[in-house]
């Protein structure tokens, strides 16, 4: 800790942050690119947008792109550091000073740390905002087009059973994603194998509940009957509330501090919001992930310059940095069908990176 706070540790957090920079700045240009392209090959060629309004959504989704790309972009900005300090025979002079290889991973995994945080705060809550906009300037823009999916339109939900369908129309959905306000419940029935219309339902809120719609202000209608009104009303369902939630709710439009706020009021209601959980604890893993990520970079890149095999080093560092990141893909995989907690699925791959980053460590420096 003492070496991190010396000079000769700023001067590597330094090189360290300079290194992330330029990692940074060259891996967002080209995705961004990329995106500006995407965004006018798919959206611009069904609807009058133009650069400038292709190049806004594309920048709605900037945030998101860095908190998704960050743990590459720690690793390469974290190696090409400790790479340029080992070419500049820096790191022979500060190995002979006394300087151990342990103390070279503490400034890159404090970076990492900080770095974390900073994102998890404040960049991952931009970020939710800012595709949360995305996604409705381009509805709005496929909207002009006459889309059926436009958000004006409402959404539109079936159930049904042998004996009978129910279509639910809906002009809003709720936060939670399990709430449709302002709906249409169009009862039919099955009579001489033809759906015929039997009742209509206006609802000011209905809520799904495991097994039932729980209704809100229902106004019921039947053909040749006079309305009626209740106040609350249930009808059965065989929905999903989970993948109800799934489809309207979208994770990566709920930032880092709504999270456990929605995973309370879904789990209070009777779902289960895996998705959403492994989320929030990847987002709190999310720190430990980067200090792994700039641990690896210096670990894979302490080999003395002299003694070569450098670049095969570096592209060891990058084949675990991608082995991680897809190892964490096929746990977050495991943790959504429930065959693993979401924690688990989360910190496991940080875990790993740490602990290989220490064993590369004490292999090259106590053999």
Known sequence: MAFMFSRLGRYVIAAVLGGILVALIAVLVSILLIDFVEEMR????????????????????????????????VLAGSMMAIIGLNRRSEL????????????????????GVILGIITVTLLNPLGASFYQQFQTNRDLALADLGQDSAPQHGVWIRQGDPTGQVVIHADRVGASGAQLLDATFMFFEMHDNTLRFTRRMQVGQAELRPGFWQLTNVVEASPGQAPTREAHLAIPTALDATELIDRFVNPATLSF???PA?????????????????KF???LAYP????????LGAAFSLQLYRLGHLAQWGAAGAGIGLFLFFYGQLAGAFAIT??????????????????IALALVAFLEDG
């Open 42 to 73: 798919t959206v611009g060629a069904r609807t009058d947008l133009g650069p400038l309004e292709a190049a806004r959504l594309t920048l709605l989704k900037t945030p998101m792109l860095i908190e998704q790309t960050l743990p590459f972009v």
């Open 92 to 111: 022979i002079a500060m190995r002979a000073s006394g300087v151990s290889a342990w103390r070279f991973l503490t400034p890159p995994a404090f970076v």
């Open 257 to 259: 501090w709504s999270l």
């Open 262 to 278: 929605f995973i309370h009021d879904a789990r209070q209601a009777g779902f289960a919001p895996t998705r959403y959980e492994l």
């Open 281 to 283: 604890q990847a987002l």
């Open 288 to 295: 430990m992930l980067l200090a792994a990520m700039a641990g």
């Open 338 to 355: 429930e065959t693993v907690p979401a924690s688990v699925a989360a910190w496991s791959a940080p875990a790993a990176g740490i602990f």
